[in-house]
């Protein structure tokens, strides 16, 4: 079975007979894709908050377990060691239906050690679900207060009726400057790096 097939077991195994429950928000890649399927099986069976506390409390476990990181993480731990891995760490956290039926999937199609991206995206859709609006905010250094506001301001012109804003901020020096903002399900990058490299791809291929 092809692994785009695969994603579909998700939400179709559990529930047949209904039409797949569309997420709030799109989010693109690999991990978006496993988010939504596993989004649409938790509405189904209407186990949504459950399983956000499940997968809260499993990306916790992976900080303190060396034991199912490892089986998350190494490519030469067997099937039958990580299966038990996973089955233990299901009972142990009383994980829901819809839950186990992820990790055995990303086991399936060997994909356990995108984990914790899938987890990430599976809080950006519900927070979307609550009406939060989901803002991610890169720079070089730590914004001071007066620029934090100035960028909250201007950040909820990008919000609709009733919707929250949910700020998270990070630093990176590797930007140089200026900042990345990621808002739903838009991306903007205003950093000195992205324009450095464009400059240098313009020069090269001019040379």
Do not use: W
Not at 14 to 41: D, H, M, N, W
Not at 111 to 133: C, P, Q, T, Y
Not at 136 to 152: F, Y
Not at 192 to 206: E, G, N, W
């Amino acid at each position: 079975m092809a692994a785009a097939n695969k994603l579909a077991v998700l939400s179709r195994s559990l529930s047949s007979r209904t039409q797949s429950v569309k997420p709030p928000i799109q989010v693109f890649g690999l991990e978006g894709r496993y988010a939504t399927s596993l989004y649409s099986a938790a509405s189904k069976l209407k186990q949504l908050d459950q399983v956000e506390k499940d997968l809260n409390a499993l990306q916790g476990a992976l900080k303190t377990s060396t034991s199912l990181r490892t089986a998350i993480t190494s490519p030469i731990i067997n099937k039958k060691l990580m299966a038990n891995t996973l089955n233990k760490a299901a009972g142990e956290l009383k994980l829901a239906p819809a839950t186990a039926n992820l990790l055995g999937l990303l086991a399936e199609n060997r994909r356990l050690k995108n984990i914790d991206s899938v987890i990430n995206a599976f809080k950006i859709i519900m927070a979307a679900h609550r009406g939060e609006v989901v803002c991610e905010v890169v720079t070089a250094k730590p914004l001071d207060s007066s620029q934090t506001k100035q960028l909250e301001s201007a950040l909820r012109a990008f919000l609709k009726g009733n919707q929250q804003l949910k700020i998270t901020s990070r630093v990176d020096p590797s930007i140089i400057g200026g900042l990345i903002v990621s808002i739903g399900d838009k991306y903007v990058d205003m950093s000195i790096a992205s324009k450095v490299k464009l400059y240098t791809d313009v020069i090269t291929s001019s040379a």
